[in-house]
């Protein structure tokens, strides 16, 4: 009996061309769907818009959003987080940095605030505050609300203003993480880290 060796290696080159394809449409077919997770579920793309932020953001600042942030860690004091704010029948993002933790009780007095009955030790040189708002008296947050406030202290609506409120965690989409100035510069947004000398607990 004989063979046809020509045939049976067309038939191998054949089998050989169609994993290859297979393997390539896959490859092609992860990427697709990674860039659409990370667009979509990773990181956005958000323009600040006033000077509440400021000098942290500033009016026309492009600031990288980490939306994957808080389902992998948790909210800290001083992460300058994204807050999807229910308006008279829209919705719309701020910006602001976290303050008050779930379970801490908040508080302004002449000007300072105060997490649980103590002065927070500030680690930069926010403008002392000219109203206190709600936050004239004691504000207990629950175990799903954060107390937010603007860098520019009197500037902008925060957690001391009744349209504002206590955060809760569903309503923070994610962390303000890069910041794009002219020429594409990319920075860091400072978060603070460190040592919280201020917990209270």
């Known amino acids: 009996m ?16 169609l994993v290859q394809i297979v393997i390539t449409l896959i490859e092609i077919a992860l990427v697709v769907s990674a860039a659409y997770a990370i667009t979509h579920y990773g ?29 992998i860690s948790s909210v800290k004091r001083n992460d300058v987080v994204v807050i999807k704010q229910e308006g008279s029948g ?3 993002y701020s910006v602001a940095r976290v303050m008050g933790l779930p379970g801490e009780t908040v508080k302004i007095e002449d000007g300072y605030l105060y997490i ?3 002065q927070l030790e500030e ?3 926010f403008p002392v505050m000219e109203n206190g708002g709600l936050a004239l008296e004691d504000i207990i947050l629950d175990e799903d609300e954060y107390f937010v406030l603007c860098d520019n202290r009197n500037e902008g609506e925060d957690s001391r203003n009744a ?39």
């Open 2 to 17: 004989k063979y046809d060796f020509n045939l049976e290696d067309k038939s191998k080159k054949y089998k050989h061309m």
């Open 43 to 71: 990181l956005e793309k958000m323009n600040i818009s006033g000077d509440y932020m400021n000098p942290t953001l500033k009016d026309g600042d492009e600031v990288l959003v980490n939306k994957m942030s808080y389902i």
């Open 90 to 92: 829209h919705s719309y």
């Open 116 to 118: 649980n009955g103590k």
């Open 123 to 125: 680690k930069y040189n």
């Open 163 to 201: 349209n504002t409120g206590n955060i809760l965690k569903k309503n923070i989409t994610g962390k303000a993480w890069l910041r794009t100035g002219p020429l594409a510069i990319i920075s860091s947004i400072d978060g603070f880290g460190g040592k919280d000398s201020s917990s209270g607990k």
